[in-house]
């Protein structure tokens, strides 16, 4: 089991900058994959990207080039460095700890991208 807290979220404008944290409640370094995941109003929820314990990494298209995910195993904490973000960015960003056989989810950080 695992607990996940997301910061980092905020208001920003169009083609500004934020950094959101995931930090885990223990050792993530056998966690299969950490991943950031996020749902804007009236839509479903999406991955954005993904770490595995190997370091491999995956985006979804919309983000490549703009986000990039990292992980500090030392500090049970995974990151996610947004770049040039944009109004479709807009959403509730969650958190998430795949086990394999469970998945556990933070409660979510606002990230609202408006002029």
């Known amino acids: 089991q695992v607990q996940l807290v997301e910061s980092g979220g905020g208001l920003v404008q169009p083609g500004g900058s934020l950094r959101l944290s995931c930090a885990a409640s223990?050792?993530?370094?056998?966690?299969?994959?950490m991943g950031w995941y996020r749902q804007a109003p009236g839509k479903q929820r999406e991955m954005v990207a993904y770490?595995?314990?190997?370091?491999?990494?995956n985006y979804d298209d919309s983000v490549k080039g703009r986000f990039t995910i990292s992980r500090d195993n030392a500090k049970n904490t995974v990151y996610l460095q947004m770049n040039s973000l944009k109004p479709e960015d807009t959403a509730v960003y969650y958190c998430n700890a795949d086990m394999v056989s469970m998945n556990y989810w933070g409660q979510g950080t606002q990230v609202t991208v408006s002029s």
């Open positions: 223990r050792s993530i370094f056998s966690i299969y994959a």
């Open positions: 770490v595995t314990s190997g370091g491999a990494t």
